[in-house]
């Protein structure tokens, strides 16, 4: 891969995505990943009863739980709660972009210029920033991502930027990666 | 209120959060919010159930799925995904913060200093920082909010900072509020 590819990885709808293992054989380490690469996965498509479900637990407010009621409010109709979206996208994330060693981040920032409404089919843009090798810690790094959670029309309804942190390959399956040479 | 003042907001555990109705009639409006007040609220306990199944939904990672296979990672034991977190808090202040028409922000920040564990019993610190007064939308604000997600010992596991939308509170109930004079 060169900085400036674009992979296009499909995966199944909600309920058929893979479960992570323990390590994902085939997932990213440190070495695999450059600043340019962009990656396109999905997708998840968000149902009414999902919304409703996702706020009665955790966005109790009127524009997310019914229909009727969130026609009188700010969002003029049934809106997923941002902590859902961002739930979801975590979701796409962990599922489509198997960094090996897991996706573990300290911070990210969040916009919403939008709502996920239900009958939306969401994907993530992902973009690789800067990649920081660690001093103190040999072997390890961070790298900074971009991902954009966008619906079956290209709208863009979340934008998330953090940095996570990646492992470069053990030597035993850098060996294997290559025939042990 | 006067800026500085400390406000104790106790609420029941988690399933008996009052559900958010369409306007809060005890909500703030934006005259009600000043820079330096804080409030404490909370609590909600998270347990291992629940841990599991939101990292079923939506971070299937083993170190938020599975007690043994979590002891063999970074986080070394059972560890609640940070949308978990997120979900929790939002679940706290939409409960216990009751903006008047509802807590509605388009951008958050958030860290995570060290993840949520099972029997934690999470609570919020929040302070309100500034306040501006939209220039083009009479009657309407943005309030800069942070708030710390702590357990029962006082650990920061979460801190958010983020800009919600508050209105003005509306004549007739000003007039209400202050016995028609």
């Known amino acids: 891969m060169a900085p400036g590819d674009r992979i296009e990885t499909r995966v199944d709808s909600a309920g058929r995505l893979p479960v992570c293992r323990r390590r994902r054989p085939d997932g990213f380490w440190l070495d695999d990943l450059a600043e340019g690469l962009t990656f396109r996965i999905g997708a998840y498509e968000v149902t009414a009863a999902e919304v409703k479900d996702f706020a009665t637990r955790y966005d109790p407010q009127p524009f997310h739980l019914d229909e009727d009621a969130a026609g009188d409010t700010l969002f003029d109709g049934?809106?997923?709660s941002g902590r859902h979206t961002a739930a979801i996208t975590m979701r796409l994330l962990t599922s489509a972009f198997p960094i090996a060693a897991g996706?573990?981040?300290?911070?990210?920032?969040?916009?919403?210029?939008?709502?996920?409404?239900?009958?939306d089919d969401l994907r993530l843009e992902i973009s690789v920033g800067t990649i920081a090798h660690s001093t103190s810690r040999p072997g390890r790094g961070s790298v900074t991502l971009t991902y954009d959670t966008i619906n079956q029309h290209g709208e863009v309804w979340q934008r998330t930027t953090g940095r996570v942190i990646a492992w470069q390959r053990p030597a035993a399956e850098s060996a294997a990666a290559t025939g042990g040479k």
């Open 78 to 80: 049934l809106a997923a």
């Open 103 to 119: 996706v573990i981040g300290s911070a990210i920032h969040l916009e919403w210029p939008s709502p996920t409404r239900p009958g």
